[in-house]
């Protein structure tokens, strides 16, 4: 089993609906979750961070973490086509240090 | 201000040579961390420094790699006698302090490939 899981998509939604994008992950000692979006050919960029259980909102992207069930998502609301990327999933392990454990990513792809 | 930057950004090498890849991290950041990320992958952690102390180097593949940040600010990830499975972009990044819950900044990468 990986360690963070995530569906490689692609996911298509048009423009100006709710993309909903999902991360499971194994360890329950994970304690930090992080959403990057990283553009193709290009570098991953921090969009969201989130540690407690709950929604935390920002702009058009909200998090979700529930970690009895070990889930984290990111929602995206009034999609637009910039939003079209790779969106990875990352955790932070208790006691592991700082290094981020990524999923594969999924790809976002917003229809005009 | 100036974000992480890496150099070369391209690197063709021929199989068995050694290769150093330079990461210069955003100024006053205090933790490093390189990581390798293959096609259609998410980065894959190698090591990580805090300040000029390597803290964490679980992720190296083997023997051949090795990275050094010996006065707590340029890094330097060294691969020795290099093979194919070696080619990957390398991303290093960088963040404030440690603790989990600063944010990791990546810089653009070096594209490795080895003939």
């Known amino acids: 089993q990986k360690e963070v899981e995530q569906n490689s998509g692609p996911l298509s939604v048009p423009e100006g609906a709710i993309a909903s994008l999902n991360c499971t992950y194994s360890d329950r000692g994970s304690q930090s979750f992080f959403w990057y979006r990283q553009y193709s050919g290009k570098s991953p960029e921090l969009i969201m961070s989130i540690y407690s259980n709950g929604d935390k909102e920002d702009g058009r992207f909200t998090a979700q973490l529930n970690k009895a069930s070990q889930y984290v998502s990111l929602l995206i609301r009034d999609s637009q086509p910039s939003d079209s990327a790779t969106y990875l999933c990352?955790?932070?392990?208790?006691?592991?240090?700082?290094?981020?454990?990524f999923g594969t990513g999924t790809r976002l792809a917003v229809r005009p | 201000g100036a974000g992480v930057s890496q150099s070369p950004r391209y690197k063709v090498t021929k199989r068995g040579q050694d290769v150093a890849l330079r990461c210069d991290p955003i100024?006053?950041?205090?933790?490093l961390y390189w990581y390798r990320q293959a096609l259609g992958q998410g980065p894959e952690f190698l090591t990580y420094?805090?300040?000029?102390?390597?803290?964490?180097k679980s992720g190296l593949p083997n023997d051949r790699f090795s990275a050094e940040r010996p006065e707590g600010s340029i890094s330097t990830l060294t691969i020795q006698r290099t093979e194919q499975r070696d080619s990957a972009m390398y991303r290093c990044?960088?963040?404030?302090?440690?603790?989990?819950?600063?944010?990791?900044?990546f810089g653009p990468g070096t594209r490795l490939l080895v003939l």
């Open positions: 100024s006053g950041h205090v933790s």
């Open positions: 990044a960088s963040s404030l302090s440690t603790g989990g819950l600063e944010t990791q900044y």
């Open positions: 990352a955790v932070i392990v208790s006691g592991s240090g700082d290094k981020l454990t």
């Open positions: 420094f805090n300040y000029e102390a390597q803290q964490d």
